[in-house]
Structure formats: structure tokens, C-alpha cells
């Protein structure tokens, strides 16, 4: 996928002249960066900001649809389990995994994911400072946070996640409870996009 477009480009996309495009990015409703050469270039992810912020239509090219999924939980067997729990799962789901919460965020902020399945107690960053990280952004408070917790948790924590999750889940869980989560989310996305 393509990752940086030129003002050429970014103008054909946009339906404008070249010169607008360097004229937005002069007045800063554009982010750009100059190459070495004096080229400007815009990343994918300013485009698609840009396009989403001024209620411009995103070009089918552009729009990545794959649903993606991300496991983030400190036990091997657990995130073991999720895997294999996916397998079957039909073609467009992406699943990636997390061994703590400050890899989670990381990967969130280099790709977009429809789905956190999120460990509520890990150490370092527990799975409540990682759903107040993505419920502060903007830009990551729509992804749909599926919380698990094998221990007790306190009543503030259990408060905060059942108001900014889809919801808390227990262990041991039904896999098959948890595919069912994923897969209501994932067919409303689609019925949305639709219409």
C-alpha cells in the first residue's frame, strides 16, 4: 500500500489544480515534507485526515477495509488461545498481537484496528490506562475495546470499563462468546459502510 503521494497526485485525488494543493499545504491545511530534491510529499495518513477533515469522498483505492483485530494480554497461553480461536474465522480478518500495553499503543498508532481484546490487569500499563489512552484520542476513541480480567478488579475499574467498553469479560470465557463479540462488530461496520 501506498504510503506517500505527490502534489500531482494529491491533486487528482482532490479534483483540484496542482497549485492548490501547494497553496493548502503553504497555509497549513495540509501536512507535507520536502524531500532533499525541493519535492513536497504527503504521507497517506495526512491524506486521509485531510480528505476526512474538509468531508472530501475517499477514493475506494485509498480506503483499506480489512477488519483488524488486536489481542493484547501479558500470558503467552491466553494470546495462544486467541489465535487459534481466529483460524477459522473468515477471509478480511487481520489479527494482531500484543504482549503488553505500551506495544499495543505503538502498533495502534502505526495502523488502524476495528478491535482491541484487552487484558485488563498487565504490568507496566494496565489495560484501563491503555482504553483511557485510546478513549482521549481522537483519532482512536471509535475502536471497540472487548476487556478481559481473570482477578478482581476494584469497583472504579470494573465502573470505568463497563462505560467505555463494549464489555468486560471474565476468564475463563466461552471462545465462542468472544467471536461473537467480534463478529456483531464487525457486521455492523460493514452495514454501516454500506449505507
Not at 501506498?2 to 497526485?9: C, G, I, R
Not at 504521507?43 to 493484547?72: I, T, Y
Request: neutral net charge; contains cysteine; glycine residues 8%.
Amino acid at each position: 500500500m501506498k504510503k506517500f503521494f505527490t502534489t500531482s497526485e494529491m491533486a487528482q485525488i482532490c479534483g483540484v489544480a496542482h497549485t492548490t494543493i501547494i497553496r493548502w499545504i503553504g497555509e497549513g491545511k495540509l501536512d507535507a515534507h520536502e524531500t532533499p530534491g525541493g519535492h513536497r510529499r504527503i504521507e497517506r495518513g495526512g491524506l486521509l485526515g485531510f480528505l476526512k477533515r474538509f468531508n472530501m469522498p475517499v477514493p475506494a483505492s485509498l480506503r483499506d477495509d480489512r477488519f483488524r483485530v488486536l489481542a493484547v494480554d501479558d500470558e503467552g497461553v491466553m494470546l495462544s488461545m486467541i489465535r487459534k480461536m481466529f483460524e477459522g474465522y473468515p477471509d478480511g480478518l487481520e489479527l494482531h498481537l500484543a504482549t503488553h500495553g505500551m506495544a499495543a499503543l505503538m502498533l495502534i498508532g502505526k495502523m488502524h484496528f476495528d478491535v482491541v481484546i484487552l487484558d485488563v490487569l498487565m504490568p507496566d500499563m494496565d489495560g484501563v490506562e491503555v482504553c483511557k489512552a485510546l478513549k482521549r484520542n481522537p483519532d482512536t476513541a471509535a475502536i471497540k475495546i472487548i476487556a478481559i480480567t481473570g482477578k478482581q478488579l476494584s469497583e472504579e475499574q470494573e465502573e470505568y470499563l463497563e462505560r467505555n467498553t463494549v464489555c468486560l469479560l471474565k476468564k475463563p470465557f466461552s471462545p465462542s462468546l468472544l467471536l461473537e463479540l467480534v463478529d456483531g462488530i464487525r457486521r455492523r461496520q460493514a452495514k454501516e459502510r454500506a449505507s
